[in-house]
């Protein structure tokens, strides 16, 4: 009889612990989820992959992994440890978007056209995500290795109906003040300002920067001790070089001008939205330069990190989304036949030899052209081919086509002597291009930290705002 009634009390007493361990997991799974998304995060970056593909980007990882023996962070750190996304790409007026539409959909959260920065389709002037974060109270930078006026950075700050207008664009900057601003385009602001932000037209536009309070960057060497309650920094006249071209005691690298940001931008404890664009990925594709692609993908990367090590300081005050715009070019490592080859007697299959071969590649197909000038001769392309394409071959026809400038073929209607030599790199690769422009793929985009989950599955890209937005306002997710 007794142990009948000891039986029952541990019953009860083992029933009773169940309930309580079942009620405090339920509980720590219930705030876990309220802390990830019903909390704003303190620090948010933003790094855009301009024109990247998931083809682009895992080219890139394989060539870290297959010849460096490295790990990528973007697909390691934020793709495996946070949430993966899709978004759609297309403008309101085309299936495939140009940078501009692409930017204000992710900055603004409504479709726009084809060439217009921060200006809904309808019309509508809304306030973007870095608009938004500055009335909560946020700081602000913005980091390009485009000019500082392109289209990406500028519809996260302006709202102007063509993305040439890079005046308004620079004007509207001043307007906004962020915190900090870096990237190149010196010799546009280094131009009488035409009355922006202060009516007088003698003055350039750096000169009205610092009298806002600015401190003027304009090299690597300054990038040490940075003081000031805002910064300016421009290092090139224009674009900024592709990282096969960067002098190393020139200008910054992304990663340097990354390192810089957050430095400053955590001196206090505002929190900060921190957008960071490599705008050389797409240059590099409209160029068919898969070499490019690949180092300024490994850059794009290495900057990332820095944001990753941080998160490991701040998990449950950060965000970081790694997103893209667009696609450009269509590039795919696939068969192919060496040089003139017809037929399957001659296929050859992309390898861990076509990775070396684009590694061993010494310059970009930009400083190529360079060199090559507008009418090359034929020792001319044998010089150059023996200085920066070791051990590459190139066809008698490519050949023939570079020196008689010749179009090879529709979708490479702009820049073909650039398509010419990104085809003599296929040829050597595998590493093979579709066309010179945008597509219509969807892209992705990768989450880790708090609101993480919001990003994740299939979705348009003016989601992406629409997320930032109610994460910035502390709206719960429906």
């Known amino acids: 009889m007794s142990r009948n009634i000891d039986r029952r009390r541990f ?27 019903g909390r704003r995060p303190k620090f948010i970056f933003i790094f855009l992959a301009d024109g990247a593909g998931l083809t682009h980007l895992e080219t890139a990882r394989m060539y870290n992994r297959s010849l460096h023996g490295e790990g990528f962070q973007i697909v390691d750190k934020i793709f495996q440890e946070g949430t993966l996304g899709l978004i759609t790409t297309h403008s309101d007026d085309s299936l495939t978007t140009d940078s501009a539409a692409a930017a204000t959909a992710m900055a603004n959260g409504c479709k726009a056209k084809n060439t217009v920065v ?72 280094l131009r009488p300002s035409q009355g922006g932000g202060s009516g007088k037209d003698s003055e350039d536009f750096v000169t009205l920067f610092k009298n806002r309070g600015y401190a003027y960057l304009s090299g690597r060497q ?10 300016l920094g421009l290092f090139s006249p224009r674009e900024m070089s592709f990282e096969l071209d960067r002098e190393r005691g020139g200008e910054p690298s992304l990663t340097d001008m990354t390192r810089v940001a957050l430095e400053f931008l955590q001196r206090d404890d505002q929190g900060f939205v921190l957008f960071v664009e ?9 160029l068919s330069d898969v070499a490019s692609v690949i180092h300024e993908l490994r850059e794009l990367d290495r900057a990332v990190g820095l944001a990753h090590e941080f998160y490991l300081r701040h998990s449950r005050e950060t965000l970081i989304l790694v997103i893209s715009d667009h696609e450009t070019g269509g590039l795919n490592l696939t068969a192919g036949v060496r040089g003139e080859g017809r037929g399957r007697a001659g296929r050859v299959m992309p390898s861990k030899e076509s990775l070396r071969r684009i590694g061993a590649i010494k310059i970009s197909i930009r400083r190529a052209l360079e060199i090559l000038g507008k009418n090359p001769k034929a020792e001319d392309v044998e010089k150059l081919m023996a200085d920066h394409f070791p051990g590459f071959s190139l066809s008698p026809r ?52 708090a609101g993480a989950e919001r990003f994740r599955g299939y979705q348009d890209n003016t989601d992406f705002a629409k997320h930032l937005f109610d994460i910035l306002e502390k709206k719960e997710k429906p």
């Open 11 to 37: 019953e009860k007493k083992f029933a009773a612990c169940l309930a309580a361990v079942l009620f405090i997991l339920v509980s720590l799974a219930v705030s876990s989820g309220e802390s990830s998304s």
């Open 118 to 189: 921060g200006i809904c389709a309808d019309g509508r002037r809304t306030l973007s995500v870095m608009e938004v974060a500055k009335k909560t109270g946020l700081k602000l930078g913005l980091i390009t290795n485009s000019t500082i006026y392109d289209a990406s950075p500028a519809a996260f700050a302006s709202h102007v109906p063509s993305r040439n207008l890079s005046v308004q664009i620079i004007d509207a900057y001043l307007r906004l003040e962020p915190d900090l601003l870096m990237g190149g385009g010196r010799e546009q602001l």
């Open 222 to 231: 300054d990038l040490d001790g940075v003081k000031g309650p805002r910064v």
């Open 278 to 286: 490599n705008e050389n990925v797409d240059s590099a594709a409209h």
């Open 398 to 449: 490519l050949k023939e086509m570079l020196i008689a400038n010749e179009i090879p073929g529709p979708t490479f209607y702009a820049d073909w002597r650039a398509a010419l030599l990104g085809a003599m790199v296929a040829q050597n690769t595998q590493a093979y291009w579709i066309g010179r422009g945008h597509t219509n793929q969807p892209v992705f985009v990768g989450a880790l930290g």
